[in-house]
């Protein structure tokens, strides 16, 4: 069963970069379609990135696209989600998300496990 650990948060300046890691405790990461969301405070969760269970399909909202990358090391049972040019508006709790449909629904609805989330502050 999957267990999510995420870590990397903290305060970063405008325009740093940041790299978010989760791990899955329970070994199984590799057979699972693996997500990040973020909820800024006052703001209702949003999708951030996705990537399939062989790391070869991915997708990213808009708001993060060219910025943000996501990729998995299935051998570590890791994801990561490499922040670049942060903003102040990138300011939230980011959380990682397990589920097995397709990397084309991005909806929250159908997660079947996620992370306790890890706090990202964007400020200078």
């Known amino acids: 069963q999957v267990q999510l650990v995420e870590s990397g948060g903290g305060l970063v300046q405008p325009g740093g970069s940041l790299t978010l890691s989760c791990v899955d405790t329970?070994?199984?990461?590799?057979?699972?379609?693996m997500r990040w969301f973020r909820q800024a405070p006052g703001n209702q969760r949003e999708f951030i990135a996705t990537i399939n269970w062989s790391g070869g399909i991915k997708k990213y909202a808009d708001s993060v696209k060219g910025r943000f990358t996501i990729s998995k090391d299935n051998d570590k049972n890791t994801v990561y989600l490499q922040m670049n040019s942060l903003k102040v508006k990138d300011t939230a709790v980011y959380y990682c998300?397990?589920?097995?449909?397709?990397?084309?629904?991005?909806?929250?609805?159908?997660?079947?496990?996620w992370g306790k989330g890890t706090l990202v502050t964007v400020s200078s």
């Open positions: 998300a397990a589920d097995r449909r397709a990397t084309s629904v991005v909806d929250e609805a159908g997660v079947t496990c």
């Open positions: 329970g070994g199984t990461l590799a057979s699972y379609t």
